[in-house]
């Protein structure tokens, strides 16, 4: 894809994530759907699309540890383990970081942690950077039906018109790792 067209593509998608849209796009093994964290109206409407519990929590996935801030509480990690999680950022491992306070309990269900990624997958990169902020990110299914692994697997699930960041998967064929921030405990394989 050129540079113009990504770019054209980009700003249409973070449009939509402005108006509390929720969107699809590749990650490092399927497609996620992904809005903004700040809305509670973008992730009622990402949940009741998902099937899913508000309680189970959700996952962030951002371009960089800046970008998570706002949401985890970095100091209760010691130096040791905070050396652990970026020795393994940006990659596809998601790690679990007790949450601030003031985060939104439609990200963090009934937990006081947060699941955050800093990603490797350059357009999942260049859309959080460009949004300017992390995405809510989950995989791009419909209850009960596998991952979507391509942009047509989106379409048939969620509709022809559903806003899609094209391009290609990285190719794993496992979802992202994840494992507690403080313990190192793996709570799934990757």
């Known amino acids: 894809m050129n540079n113009s067209l990504q770019q054209g593509q980009l700003a249409e998608i973070v449009a939509a994530l402005k108006n509390n ?38 996952i962030l996935i951002a371009a960089s540890f800046e970008q998570l801030k706002p949401y985890i509480d970095e100091h209760a990690l010691t130096a040791a383990q905070r050396e652990a ?6 990659g596809p491992v998601t790690f679990v970081f ?24 350059p357009l999942v990169k260049a859309l959080c950077q460009e949004y300017g902020k992390p995405l ?9 039906l596998p991952p979507c692994r391509t942009a047509e ?10 806003p899609l960041l094209h391009g290609e998967t990285g190719g794993r064929q496992n979802p992202s790792e994840i494992r507690d921030a403080l313990t190192g405990e793996l709570f799934r394989q990757g």
């Open 21 to 58: 849209k929720v969107i699809a796009y590749p990650t490092e093994a399927v497609f996620g759907v992904g809005c903004d964290p700040d809305s509670e109206l973008a992730v009622s409407r990402l949940l009741t699309l998902k099937q899913r519990p508000v309680d189970k929590g959700l």
């Open 153 to 162: 697997e989106v379409f048939q699930q969620f509709g022809d018109d559903f």
């Open 98 to 121: 007790p949450a601030l306070p003031s985060t939104p309990r439609w990200l963090t269900g009934r937990f006081d942690s947060l699941a955050v990624r800093v990603t490797d997958h």
């Open 85 to 90: 999680v970026f020795s393994r950022w940006p």
């Open 136 to 144: 809510v990110s989950t995989s791009a299914n419909l209850s009960g």
